[in-house]
Nanobody
Framework: QVQFVESGGGLVQPGGSLTLSCTASGFTLDDYAIGWFRQRPGNMREGISCIGSNISYTWYEDTVKGRFTISRDKPKNTVYLRMNSLKPEDTAVYSC?????????????WGQGTPVTVSP
């Protein structure tokens, strides 16, 4: 059974940093592309980053490019999203997903999400 558990969210001040974790069970996460998404209050869910099964491929949405970094930890079966220079508009529920494909852009399995609040 494919499952994700996201963690690492919380309350942070503007300009601060957080690292989100996406830990998988039921499959070897390293074999597949993993995407990070967020849903801001009053908005639809949006993709913000993805790492391909070949870790040389990463993608970032323009509003997070240069501030967020996606990475893998193979022994821990975990993908991370390091978020720096956080802004109030980054407040959202963040979740990870996969389509069990080697490439980004196809998602069938989703985690429950972890909330991030950026506020003074």
């Amino acid at each position: 059974q494919v499952q994700f558990v996201e963690s690492g969210g919380g309350l942070v001040q503007p300009g601060g940093s957080l690292t989100l974790s996406c830990t998988a069970s039921g499959f070897t996460l390293d074999d597949y592309a993993i995407g990070w998404f967020r849903q801001r209050p009053g908005n639809m869910r949006e993709g913000i980053s993805c790492i391909g099964s070949n870790i040389s491929y990463t993608w970032y949405e323009d509003t997070v490019k240069g501030r967020f970094t996606i990475s893998r930890d193979k022994p821990k079966n975990t993908v991370y999203l390091r978020m720096n220079s956080l802004k109030p508009e980054d407040t959202a529920v963040y979740s990870c997903a996969t389509g069990l494909k080697s490439f980004c852009g196809w998602y069938d399995y989703w985690g429950q999400g972890t909330p991030v609040t950026v506020s003074p």
